[in-house]
């Protein structure tokens, strides 16, 4: 995935607070949707942004669908933004 596309998804504060929530482990999108007032297509969307630049993952259990973040590739931006900073 590329930088641009990992840094657009972080760029929206909907998509933030998911990973923020996703922080403290794996939810189901019903579960994400509950926080925020926007639809639930909406959240799908975002869900969707997330996973195309591999911030996140899903796995399907019976009917429902959970994400979790996806460490490497924030580990990667991380590892990118101490360059940076030249520390």
């Known amino acids: 995935m590329s930088l641009q596309t990992t840094l657009r998804a972080l760029a929206d504060p909907i998509r933030r607070e998911i990973l923020n929530l996703l922080k403290s482990g794996r939810l ?6 509950d926080h925020f007032p926007v639809t639930g297509a909406s959240i799908s969307r975002h869900l969707s942004v997330l996973k195309e630049s591999d911030l996140i ?4 259990e ?3 669908i959970y994400y979790e973040l996806n460490a490497s590739v ?4 991380m590892l990118w933004i101490t360059d940076l900073k030249g520390e």
Do not use: C, P, V
């Open 28 to 33: 189901s999108a019903g579960e994400i949707a």
């Open 74 to 77: 924030l580990e990667e931006i």
């Open 57 to 60: 993952r899903d796995t399907r």
């Open 62 to 64: 019976g009917k429902f």
